[in-house]
């Protein structure tokens, strides 16, 4: 018998320690302690969620006698990537705190990777499941890539400030997770068609937290702590399904390559997980699924389910439905040529997305 085929090796990286609850930022100090980092530590956060959480954040850390620079950045673009970097090492960072929505959180872990330090991701909102996961989506020229980053040692999820976030982040994170439905579809079609890779752990982790999100949907209410208890589960469970897989393929797929090419289209009218919610509608139909019970559950959230809602117009998701294909080399529903115009049109009419 043939040992290679029984010698694959994996490497799974998880986070050491997830802290969900009720002002668990105060315990960042001890959690650092026991990881045994020491020397300084550099938070990476943006402009509001300095304010919410990353200057209460240094001031618990100093007081634990650690050396603490804080780096205030934009978006995740490979640009803002490298200012990251360079401002950490000026800062002689000796580990990082990603403190922020997803996009801080994933500059932080890119730079973590980048620098080979560790890195704790603290985040203020739940507005992707980024948040547990050893992957980053950082934009460049041709579209967002997504990377393989620093998998955080540590998670502290505070639900005393996630709930006071705008409750929109809060829907958008649960309509990034609704959207693992279409992304397992995907997935499960690329294996038998093409043979790739699969791991039904991963899928059915994945297939898990975008259920719990869509049966628990009437009680995600605004400024409900228990609210943000309920999704966060899903969503941290969401980005550790990627660290089984080893890849976003569980939680990202035709949905996500529209979502990447809207980006690309009309950047910043909608939230991440808003423009996936979206796609997951109308590439389930594409599926033969349910699209209905998706834009229901949705609508439950209160997320987007038309291009309206999304701030966008009728040509520019037309523009993102028949570019979607080339966003990335993933096969997926939407196959190698993609959607042609006149089918991307029935299909967002079909949906009542226009
Ligand atoms: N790596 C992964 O596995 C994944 C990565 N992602 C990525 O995450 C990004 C989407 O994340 P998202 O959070 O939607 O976008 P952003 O990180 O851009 O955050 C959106 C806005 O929310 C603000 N904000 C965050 N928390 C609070 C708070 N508590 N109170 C007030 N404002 C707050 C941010 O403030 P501020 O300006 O201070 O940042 C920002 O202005 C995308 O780049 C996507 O690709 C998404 C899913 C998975
Ligand atoms: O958004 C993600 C999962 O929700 C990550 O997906 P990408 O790999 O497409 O960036
Ligand atoms: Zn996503």
Sequence with gaps: MDEGNFCKVRSILFPRNVLMGHGVIKDIPEMCKNFDLSGTATIITGDKTKDVAADSISSLLKSSNYNVTTISIGAATRENLHKTVDLAKDSHANFLIGVGGGSKIDLA?????????????????????????????IKGPDGPISMEA?????????????????????????ADVISNITAIKDWEYAERLLGEEFSRSACAMALYTSEAIIESADLIKPGVEESVWISLKPIIVSGVSMAVAGSSRPTSGSEHMFSHALDMIAPGRALHGEQCGVGCIMMMYLHGGNWMAIRDALIKLGAPTTARE??????????????????RDRFTILGHQGLTYEAAERLAKITKVI
Excluded: Q, Y
């Design 310 to 327: 999304l701030g966008i117009t009728k040509e520019e998701l037309l523009e993102a439905l028949t570019m979607a294909h080339k966003i």
């Design 150 to 174: 620093k998998t955080p040692l540590g998670v502290v999820a505070d639900t005393s400030i996630i709930v006071k976030a705008p409750f929109r982040l809060l829907v958008a994170g649960c």
């Design 109 to 137: 872990k890119m730079a973590a990777k980048e620098l080979g330090i560790e890195f704790i991701s603290v985040p203020t909102s739940a507005s992707h499941d980024g948040i547990a996961s050893g992957r980053a989506s």
